[in-house]
Nanobody, 115 residues
Framework: QVSVVESGGGLVQPGGSLTLSCVASGNIFRSYIMHWYRQTPGNERELVAQ???????NYADSVKGRYTISRDNTKNTVYLQMNTLKPEDTAVYYC?????????WGQGTQVTVSS
């Protein structure tokens, strides 16, 4: 069993910044493909960003240029740096790990962008 734990959510004003962190257990974290998703009530879960085992990245068009995903394999941690936040970025953000043994999800962390 791989545990996935997100942290760093909170309330931020429009135009502000926030960084989320995600820690995943395992001795082969460097091989995991890591993802950030977000979801609002009544909507499907949306893929925001992903980073591969070779540090290749992909972003949703809605966040491209504003968000940066990165990983630190020495800490088993993936980050999501969010800049120039908009009210429509408000959601529960989920971290997931695609591993040799399957896909694992965290509990989510709330991000609210509001004045």
């Amino acid at each position: 069993q791989v545990s996935v734990v997100e942290s760093g959510g909170g309330l931020v004003q429009p135009g502000g910044s926030l960084t989320l962190s995600c820690v995943a257990s395992g001795n082969i974290f460097r091989s995991y493909i890591m993802h950030w998703y977000r979801q609002t009530p009544g909507n499907e879960r949306e893929l925001v960003a992903q980073i591969s085992s070779t540090d290749s990245t992909n972003y949703a068009d809605s966040v491209k240029g504003r968000y940066t995903i990165s990983r630190d394999n020495t800490k088993n941690t993936v980050y999501l740096q969010m800049n120039t936040l908009k009210p429509e970025d408000t959601a529960v953000y989920y971290c997931s790990a695609r591993t040799l043994y399957g896909d694992y999800w965290g509990q989510g962390t709330q991000v609210t962008v509001s004045s």
